[in-house]
């Protein structure tokens, strides 16, 4: 009965549109009578999901380096404390960083596939929040230098590596936060020598700055000014002990208080010019701006492209953070004994209410891990960072973080009193996971970014028009279960670009925000089938797919 609702309703609703719009009858019917086929094929087919007869393998990365790493990582968090200080929790990194398991070069955009390893086949080892110092360390400082970064820059970063020196990030500012998206009021003022680095209010201060108080570097991010001309948002080095850099530690955590978190203010920190990160864009000594290429302006996607990185290693992570939970509740499982009547007993790991779903969240782990990989190979090879692909990139931030934590807290229900042993893998553990889904910009953020930008697509009547278009053509698409859960997305953006065409400007960012239900289950959807069509393009028809289609793409958003 609740297939037939989810059909009929949106179908009814399509035709009325339709009717409303002007389309001709014929072919009002022709629409008809595909959705009438998609609904007997729907309702009448065999049931496309059966559980697999072989135990789903989780692929692990095993790379020597990455074995090495994670070797080396074991062995010196053995020796930290239950709640290591700053310091001691810091000198894992350095120790980490002279170990060599990544060069410099390794940073490189073009050059990354050992750092994404790493975050796949090492996260799940680093404990106390060592996951974002690595995450810190790699990708958003010393990957901003090596590719933002001039010649001498590069080279100054090797022996940064070679000392073990740490550095910091700073992008993230009070008067924004992780929920606000990107606002930067730090200025880089050139003032005819130096180049000034200001936080001019309150709110210009930066914000849950990690690894901010053991840090020798950071890369700050600033608006820059020179000779009275407004450049936009670059990138500086600056040293971090310099006169007038105010750190502030944050109030403690729940966990990971091994980690320090700061605020950080600039007091008219005066800087060389040449900190300026200067690889595409720089001033020089007389403060005139310059690019390396005439043909290629500094934008800020350029310096985003740390973001970008971090949330693909983000997304790797967390299947790597979830990979190892499910690892532990199979241990634990497998050795529970059920009662199964008078002198019987069953491994609680063959019970179906543990096996099925321990099997489906694998197949699901290794459906992602293969979206994961492609979208790492197409940040490396593709030669100018697409709208596309950042678009790509937000879908796997958004749908695997949330994935892997909502899949936690099913699995912690499943297993009963072992959830609140102290060596299970729940408890505060799998915060990080939250943390995840805050860096490098707040999934609600890219949520209601990935709207926006959708909608804009479908502006004006003939915009509206081809959404209504695009609802029945889900169908021939798609002629199945999942056509209708396309069709459903479709209908929704046109309600949303409907609602929104009907206020004025002022009314705008109210009537937006009322609808933010709506939105995120828009978005939800779209990263769903941005992932699934990447994936279905690129491998033949497996089991994961096949659970992927039935267990997550065609179900209710709330099962998800």
């Not at 949106?10 to 001709?24: E, R, V």
């Not at 008067?175 to 003022?189: D, F, H, K, Y």
């Not at 864009?281 to 690019?291: A, F, N, V, W």
């Not at 102290?422 to 939250?434: N, V």
Request: proline fraction near 3%; include cysteine.
């Amino acid at each position: 009965m609740e297939t037939i609702k989810q059909i009929l309703l949106p179908t009814i609703a399509t035709l009325i549109i339709i009717a409303l719009f002007g389309i001709t009858v014929p072919t009002t019917l022709f629409i008809a009578t595909l959705i009438a086929l998609t609904l007997i094929s729907t309702l009448t087919s065999k049931p496309g999901y059966v559980r697999s007869t072989k135990s789903v393998q989780v692929d692990i990365v095993s790379n020597p380096m990455v074995q090495a790493f994670v070797s080396d990582c074991l062995e010196l968090q053995e020796a930290l404390p239950e709640e290591p200080s700053y310091e001691r929790h810091a000198e894992v990194m350095r120790s980490l960083i002279r170990a060599g398991h990544l060069t410099v070069d390794d940073l490189k955009r073009s050059n990354s596939s050992r750092l994404f390893d790493i975050h796949r086949g090492g996260a799940f080892v680093l404990n106390h929040g060592l996951d974002v110092r690595v995450a810190v360390q790699l990708n958003l400082f010393g990957g901003s230098v090596a590719n933002l970064g001039c010649p001498e820059q590069i080279e100054w970063l090797e022996g940064v590596w070679s000392r073990g020196e740490l550095g910091c990030f700073c992008l993230t500012e009070a008067g924004a936060g992780v929920l606000s998206g990107l606002i930067v009021e730090t200025t880089a003022v050139f003032d005819g020598e130096s180049i000034i680095i200001n936080s001019p209010t309150e709110s210009s201060k930066k914000w849950w700055i990690s690894q901010g108080l053991t840090a020798k570097w950071g890369v700050v991010i600033a608006q820059l000014v020179s000779n009275g001309i407004e450049h936009g948002i670059h990138a500086f080095i600056v040293d971090m002990k310099s006169e007038g850099v105010i750190i502030e530690d944050m109030n403690r955590k729940t966990d990971f208080n091994g980690l320090d978190n700061v605020s950080i203010s600039f007091d008219n920190v005066a800087i060389p010019v040449d900190n300026m990160l200067s690889g595409i864009s720089y001033l020089d000594q007389s403060g005139d701006y310059h690019t390396r290429d005439p043909n290629v302006e500094f934008n800020f996607v350029i310096v985003a492209q740390r973001l970008l990185s971090g949330r693909i290693g983000i997304a790797g992570a967390s299947l790597g953070k979830l990979s190892s939970v499910v690892a532990e509740v199979e241990k634990f499982t497998s050795t529970r004994l059920l009662p199964t009547g008078r002198n019987k007993s069953k491994a609680m790991s063959e019970m179906p209410f543990i096996r099925d779903k321990l099997e489906e969240v694998k197949a699901m782990i290794n459906f992602y891990t293969k979206y994961v990989i492609e979208i790492e190979h197409q940040y490396q090879t593709i030669e100018t960072i697409s709208n596309e692909l950042v678009h790509r990139i937000a879908c796997a931030k958004i749908e695997i973080v949330g994935y892997c934590i909502t899949t936690i807290e099913m699995l912690k229900k499943k297993v009963g009193s072992f959830a609140l042993f102290e060596h299970s893998p729940f408890g505060t553990k799998p915060d990080s996971l939250y943390v995840y889904r805050f860096a490098e910009g707040d999934s609600s953020v890219l949520q209601q970014k990935m709207v926006r930008d959708e909608l804009k697509t479908f502006r004006g009547t003939n915009g509206l028009l081809s959404l209504v278009k695009s609802i029945p053509m889900s169908f021939i698409k798609y002629p199945s279960a999942t056509g209708m859960q396309l069709a459903l997305m479709q209908l929704s953006k046109l309600k949303l670009a409907i609602t929104m065409s009907r206020v004025g400007r002022e009314r705008m960012l109210d009537v937006w925000l009322e609808n933010h239900e709506l939105i995120s289950n828009i978005a939800r959807r779209m990263a769903l089938f941005t992932i699934y069509e990447e994936v279905i393009s690129k491998h033949s028809r497996s089991h994961e797919i096949n659970v992927f289609e039935h267990r997550v793409l065609c179900s209710p958003l709330g099962d998800i």
